[in-house]
């Protein structure tokens, strides 16, 4: 006997999806998280959900809460330190609440954006400080917004936003890009942007939103203020897989490898949403991942008896 038939690792979008499809189909259910809402609780207003209103993250996280809990998902705040595998039974170590067993194991605890560990961040998150263009860019039509990177992500991130915003600054600590080459020629072919290279951001500032930048130039030493409206964060993310290093395989990023099924190296043990390697971290991308990642861990639990086709609503 375990304690459940399946514990999920994180409350994000995919973590509280996975959950709605083990209790609806009877599954004895148990989330652990650090928190409710992962990295959909970091952007202000969402529209692009399908089915609801425009609202901030949060709150459609709390729906998906609510939702999960209706279904009999119980939610326990906390963190697994490590996963044993014992023949078929896993053994999660939780940081202060002792141990717990299940017969399967989803994994949903996502990625954690890299700080820059400067004044104003915190204190502007969600309020002008984003971690994704995808989600935040609309938001800054005619208006100033600044990107902090030099990888794919950044590069992406202020074409994106030139399409919208009158205008954008790219703030790179170093001469040169990481990103892909074809990307920095589209990226420098648009006027609207201006790179400000061998910069790095000192503070950020504002009232109740976001209204300027302090940015050092590391090659002379100036100190300057640039005022925009929204600054993007796009210097990288870290996987916490540690815990788990031992039963799946990461690709380089340290994301967890799985196939079309949201199966990894182990055969009790699922993943979704950007915690893997599936392109595209979005929170409606995250829930269909959950769901998938659920309805595999039923089939099995069910000894392959699950439908590969499962027309339930």
Known sequence: MTDYDVIIIGAGAAGLTAAIYTCRKKLKTLVVSADVGGQTNLTNHIENYPGVDAMPG????????????????????????????????????????GELTCRAVILCHGKIHKELGIPGEAKFLGKGV??????????????????????????EAALELAVVAKKVYLIHRRDEFRADEISVHKLKEHKNIELLL???????????????????????????????????????????????????????????????????????????????????????????????????????LTGGKGSMIDWGK
């Open 58 to 97: 949060p709150s459609l996280m709390q729906k998906f809460r609510e939702n999960a809990e209706s279904f009999g998902a119980e939610i326990k705040m906390g963190k697994v330190e490590k996963i044993l595998k014992e023949k078929n039974i896993y053994r999660l170590h939780l940081a202060e609440n």
């Open 130 to 155: 984003s971690t994704c263009a995808t989600c935040d860019a609309p938001l800054f039509r005619n208006k100033s917004a600044a990107v902090v990177g030099g990888g794919n992500s950044a590069v």
């Open 198 to 300: 061998s910069y790095c951001p000192l503070e950020i500032k504002g009232e109740k939103f976001v209204k300027s930048v302090v940015v050092k130039n590391l090659k002379s030493n100036a100190v300057s203020e640039v005022f925009i409206d929204g600054l993007f964060v796009e210097i990288g993310f870290v996987v916490e897989n540690e815990m788990v290093k031992d039963l799946v395989k990461v690709n380089q990023q340290g994301e967890i490898i799985i196939d079309d099924r949201n199966r990894t190296f182990d055969a009790g043990i699922f993943a979704a949403g950007d915690v893997t390697t599936v392109p595209y971290k979005q929170t409606v991308i995250s829930a269909g991942e959950g769901a998938i990642a659920a309805l595999e861990c039923y089939k099995y």
